[in-house]
């Protein structure tokens, strides 16, 4: 009876890592295998001039243009029910299509170029939309009997596919993949280094030998998820085309993983333990403190590659939809439980040296 009481606490005691190890398995399957939603990756031309008639050739991501092309329909949208529709469209395989479009002469506003969105609608496949997929250039002759021509037409109807899909962006592609990890690993370094403070906040307090232990082990722990700056530069490499763009949040982060790394090396250098805690203790609290303006502050006031700066909010519609959620929210969690299980074998393991 008192083996089975102890078996039963333990595990109690233990279910947060269980819980961890759950949630990291859910979001690697469901992360990976669910497909992305279909999408426009490119159109032929991207330059027009207006009141001319123009045939756009356009290439479809997980698309099924062929699977019932009768159902097809498109659109050139300039805002809101400002659009054309599209006199004929030819599917001539499940990836590419034909789109032809009669340009009018005059618009209903003035300016040197007009970039006009392509809206694609398939019965079965659902929506797809590529932002300024095609720019058109005013004609040097315009004649105003064609303006009604934007307004005749009107966008309705529009199809989803069933499922669960994630979002195509068009930039992304599948790399919209990595939000899953990248971003939760640097939730979970915050944390970890937000711990970490709190360890060297109660070590000057109480003089506890053992909080210094506890906060070291979490900035260890830490640095290793800032290795979620290699995940954004991989990211970056195929968005950006560019390992290093000397964006500011990349500035930044780097910046903030520099001062923890020279944390670690100053404590490396001294050799008295009481000292060693007490420069620890004083250098990670400034240390925590520079992350909220690093990460937080200086990105918001200027103009970023990132999503969610440039006084943008971050996480909003054009960064997550509702099935990305599902994922990320859990990834989060599961990163954040996961730095926490590793701090605390890296606090045993230090322990256990220092007591030899």
Request: proline letters at 4%; hydrophobic letters at 50%; aromatic letters at 12%.
């Amino acid at each position: 009876m008192m083996r089975e009481s102890t078996t039963t606490t333990l595990f109690r005691l233990e279910a947060w890592k269980w819980t961890a190890m759950a949630i990291l398995i859910y979001v690697f399957i469901v992360g990976w295998i669910v497909p992305l939603k279909p999408g426009i990756i490119k159109v032929s031309p991207d330059r027009a001039v207006a009141g001319e008639q123009v045939v756009i050739d356009v290439t479809g991501y997980n698309s099924a243009f062929a699977s019932d092309s009768t159902q097809l329909r498109a659109w050139l949208s300039l805002a809101g029910d400002t659009v054309l529709s599209a006199l004929h469209v030819q599917a001539w395989d499940d990836r590419h299509l034909s789109a032809s479009f009669y340009i009018p002469s005059v618009f209903p506003v003035r300016q040197e170029a007009y970039p006009l969105t392509l809206i694609l609608d398939h019965g079965i496949e659902g929506s797809s939309v590529l932002p300024n997929a095609i720019f058109i250039t005013p004609a040097s002759v315009q004649d105003t009997s064609e303006l009604p021509l934007w307004y005749k037409d009107k966008i309705e109807h529009i199809h989803q596919k069933a499922g669960m899909q994630y979002p195509f962006r068009n930039i992304l592609a599948e790399t919209i993949r990595n939000t899953y990890f990248h971003v939760p690993m640097w939730f979970c370094m915050i944390i970890l280094f937000g711990a970490s403070a709190w360890y060297s906040l109660k070590y000057y307090k109480k003089g506890d030998i053992d909080a210094d232990r506890r906060s070291v082990a979490f900035i260890k722990v830490g640095l290793i998820f800032g290795l979620g700056l290699v995940t954004g530069m991989l990211w970056a490499k195929n968005t950006w085309n560019a390992y290093w763009s000397w964006d500011v949040k990349q500035n930044m982060s780097a910046i903030c993983l520099l001062i923890y790394a020279a944390l670690m090396v100053m404590r490396s250098s001294v050799e008295d333990e009481m000292q060693k805690a007490r420069l620890t203790a004083g250098y990670n609290m400034f240390a925590f403190v520079l992350l909220i303006p690093l990460l937080f502050i200086i990105p918001r006031m200027t103009d970023s590659l990132h999503p969610g700066n440039g006084g943008n909010p971050a996480l909003g519609g054009e960064d997550l939809d509702n099935t990305m959620r599902m994922v990320f929210y859990p990834a989060v969690i599961g990163f954040i439980l996961l730095g926490l299980w590793i701090s605390q074998l890296v606090y045993r393991t230090d322990k256990l040296k220092g007591n030899l």
